[in-house]
């Protein structure tokens, strides 16, 4: 009897549980947001083989597409613009992709089914000249629209936390948010 019940237990959960019984971790889409995800990762992955035209596919190709960087030089607002970076950065013998891999996604899509907007963390590591260079954990957030049946990124915003910026003692350095404004708030 006792060797019945763990496995009465495990029986149980996993009926219970379907995302357990068919492997499913977090981030593993099916339907519609299995579609976005993969738009999504071609926004990175296209780099890896230098596929500028997956890469174009994937965005809004007219003036609405904005792409927020960390850096103010690597703003972009329009698909020309967009374009114009991916060749004068990525196309070069300079460059070259090595992995990426987003965490943690999450997709929500409209009501009305037409836009879906999400949010993961990504690490996304390349050569620069010969040295690896990449970022890790960068925040990335973006909205798509479902434009003629297919979906397109519209917009991204990659940003990088506080404690990334200020290295790895910013935790026991940070000011309490209350000690942050006088007593004015201000």
Known sequence: MKSFLPAAVLAVLLCA???????????????EK?????TIE??????LEKDTELLFNSVARDDDFFYFSPDDASTISGFEMFKEFTYDTFMGDHFKA??????EMAINIS?????????CLLDDVGLWNG????????RWTGVLEKRE???????MHFSFSIEQMQGEDAEDEQVDEGDAFDESGK
């Open 131 to 138: 040295e690896e260079a990449g970022w890790h954990d960068v």
């Open 149 to 155: 049946g297919k979906w397109v990124i519209v917009q």
């Open 98 to 103: 090595l992995w990426y891999e987003t965490k």
């Open 17 to 31: 549980c379907p995302g357990i019984a068919s492997g499913a971790e977090e981030g593993q889409f099916t339907g």
């Open 42 to 47: 071609v926004a990175i992955g296209w780099a």
């Open 111 to 119: 009501r009305s089914g037409d836009v879906a907007w999400y949010h």
């Open 34 to 38: 299995a579609v976005i995800k993969e």
